[in-house]
């Protein structure tokens, strides 16, 4: 049988649904996945088991770096949102219009997105928030968070990134908390960090929004006789609906980077300064 090594040639079999089930924005996202070695056929949900063996052996695996995948995948992005209307997007996603340009806040930063998805601001433009912040402006239905919170392996599809999250960010984070935490807490409040009340049992709770509807939540209990200190990261139960579990641990393992080279700095007032 013919080897398969074009994504087109998969994508005629997927549902076309863009459920993102499978933690990509699209099917045809997916199908170029596939692809690279990226995913299995198998991870879509709607795949059934005949047409899955059907291409065992068959799919052509191309070999690709990771800034080769993030260029794609950013090109992908652009495609999406040279087609939106702005003036609607703007209510989906909390945003709002300046000039020609979709205006979002990311950690109380503004950032300025043209129709081409390229994206300016007066202040220093982080890798880790490029892909998620397109993401988010291309998918989001927009959806309210409720108030709810929970962890991260709680969300839709977060069990599998977990064990990534809990050693990429709650872990550092702690780290940060238990050897600099008033210079934590003030680095947190530029970036828009305020006290929240919640029903856990914490010494310190900050709500702050890495994107205006995927809010997040960090509890941070101090050390006690025979306990160790202990901090978590929550989100609100919708924060999947706006933006998928692997852009979320991707979102924040990036924001813990830039905390931990500020708080390297002791004394950093410009919260994308790193």
């Known amino acids: 049988m013919s080897t398969i090594d074009s994504p087109l040639e998969i994508y005629k079999f997927l549902p076309k649904s863009n459920c993102r089930q499978c933690q990509v924005p699209t099917c045809l996202a997916f199908a170029a996945a596939v692809i690279k070695g990226l995913k299995q056929l198998g991870d879509c949900p709607h795949m059934d088991g005949q047409t899955v063996e059907g291409f065992s052996g068959r799919i052509e695996v191309r070999k690709i770096?990771?800034?080769?995948?993030?260029?794609?995948?950013?090109?992908?992005?652009?495609?999406?949102?040279?087609?939106?209307?702005?003036?609607?997007?703007?209510?989906?996603l909390g945003a709002s219009l300046y000039g020609d340009s979709?205006?979002?806040?990311?950690?109380?930063?503004?950032?300025?997105?043209?129709?081409g998805g390229h994206i300016t601001s007066d202040c220093h433009i982080?890798?880790?928030?490029?892909l998620p912040l397109l993401s988010y402006i291309a998918f989001s239905p927009?959806?309210?968070?409720?108030?709810k919170w929970v962890p991260f392996r709680e969300l839709k599809n977060?069990?599998?990134?977990?064990?990534?999250?809990?050693?990429?960010?709650?872990?550092p984070l702690k780290k940060m908390a238990d050897n600099h935490m008033d210079l934590l807490k003030d680095i947190l409040y530029i970036l828009g960090g305020r006290p929240a009340e919640v029903n856990f049992d914490s010494d310190i709770a900050l709500a702050l929004r890495p994107l205006p509807k995927v809010p997040m939540l960090i509890c941070y209990s101090s050390p006690?006789?025979?306990?160790?200190?202990?901090?978590?990261?929550?989100?609100?139960?919708?924060?999947?609906?706006?933006?998928t579990s692997e852009s979320i641990y991707f979102l924040i393992a990036g924001l813990v980077v830039m905390l931990e080279k500020m708080t390297l700095r002791h004394g950093a007032v410009s919260p994308f300064a790193c």
């Open 65 to 92: 770096n990771i800034d080769q995948q993030q260029e794609r995948l950013l090109e992908q992005l652009r495609g999406e949102i040279a087609g939106l209307d702005f003036f609607t997007a703007a209510k989906r």
């Open 102 to 115: 979709l205006v979002v806040k990311c950690l109380g930063k503004k950032f300025f997105v043209d129709a």
């Open 126 to 130: 982080n890798p880790w928030v490029v």
């Open 142 to 147: 927009g959806k309210d968070p409720c108030g």
């Open 158 to 171: 977060g069990s599998r990134y977990n064990p990534l999250f809990d050693q990429r960010c709650e872990k």
């Open 224 to 243: 006690e006789e025979d306990l160790e200190s202990r901090l978590n990261i929550f989100f609100d139960i919708t924060a999947d609906d706006n933006l």
